[in-house]
């Protein structure tokens, strides 16, 4: 599991590393996939969603003028 997680940049999750471990002849079932990644402190990475911004605090304040 940790060959797998470094060659993929810990992309997958617990069910595509399943899948990946049972594609390569592992037979075991999801939660002990999901135990093991926790004990092993296997984690997938985040994508950020492209329609989350992170909005100004300067953008609504009125322009001073002197």
Known sequence: MKKISDSNHSLFGTMTMYYTLRN??????????????????????YRLDPDITISDPFRNRPQKTF
């Not at 037979?27 to 990475?45: A, E, F, P, Q, W």
């Open 24 to 45: 390569e002849g592992y037979g075991c079932g999801h939660n002990r996939v999901y135990r093991l990644m926790c004990i092993h402190d296997i984690k997938s990475s």
